[in-house]
T-cell receptor, first 112, second 109 residues
Framework: EAGVTQFPSHSVIEKGQTVTLRCDPISGHDNLYWYRRVMGKEIKFLLHFVKESKQDESGMPNNRFLAERTGGTYSTLKVQPAELEDSGVYFC??????????FGPGTRLLVL | RKEVEQDPGPFNVPEGATVAFNCTYSNSASQSFFWYRQDCRKEPKLLMSVYSSGNEDGRFTAQLNRASQYISLLIRDSKLSDSATYLCVVNNYGQNFVFGPGTRLSVLP
């Protein structure tokens, strides 16, 4: 069974540009989560989808971040416009029930 | 105060040693507890869930003390392949994971 996949694996953009990250959860997992690890800090929650609905988006840092999960399958996280402090590793995770979460390999974003 | 705190580390131990990691959490409503390991530049991977009665998986033993809001992980007979960062993770059933900062372990030959 395929695990959680994320695309791209790396992205280098300039401040002010737009970047869209994609996450494909494990097939059949209704719960999808986005997390971020900024350099030197712990992994922090961004938001949680249950199917196509946003269950909790309390961790989204500001309105430059927009997450979608059309059709309840894959999800995208768009950052527009990107700022320097957005650099970090963005992880996606999915779960079938409400306990164990399985993480994707992450997207490493560098904003210059 | 951070919601989940861990030993800052790093821990450098020889092969075969026993090492213990500690973790405390501040949210008394937390219901699920996990240890994840993260290798350098990789994603977190579930090592084991932590149950109230304590649980063991081979060389790994996890303990939970709800009264003290304390979680531990014991690794016996350390292997070189155990070198990684160990993340203490808690959540309130169905909600987001809250991660500790991690404790880095280096097992030396």
């Amino acid at each position: 069974e395929a695990g959680v996949t994320q695309f791209p694996s790396h992205s280098v953009i300039e401040k002010g540009q737009t970047v869209t990250l994609r996450c494909d959860p494990i097939s059949g997992h209704d719960n999808l989560y986005w997390y971020r690890r900024v350099m030197g800090k712990e992994i922090k929650f961004l938001l949680h989808f249950v199917k196509e609905s946003k269950q909790d988006e309390s961790g989204m840092p500001n309105n430059r971040f927009l997450a979608e999960r059309t059709g309840g399958t894959y999800s995208t996280l768009k950052v527009q416009p990107a700022e320097l402090e957005d650099s970090g590793v963005y992880f996606c995770a999915s779960s079938q029930g409400l306990k164990t979460q399985y993480f994707g390999p992450g997207t490493r974003l560098l904003v210059l | 105060r951070k919601e989940v705190e861990q030993d800052p580390g790093p821990f450098n131990v020889p092969e075969g040693a026993t090492v213990a990691f500690n973790c405390t959490y501040s949210n008394s409503a937390s219901q699920s507890f996990f240890w994840y390991r993260q290798d350098c530049r990789k994603e977190p991977k579930l090592l084991m869930s932590v149950y109230s009665s304590g649980n063991e998986d081979g060389r790994f033993t996890a303990q939970l003390n709800r009264a003290s809001q304390y979680i531990s992980l014991l690794i016996r007979d350390s292997k070189l392949s155990d070198s990684a960062t160990y993340l203490c993770v808690v959540n309130n059933y169905g909600q987001n994971f809250v991660f500790g900062p991690g404790t880095r372990l280096s097992v030396l030959p």
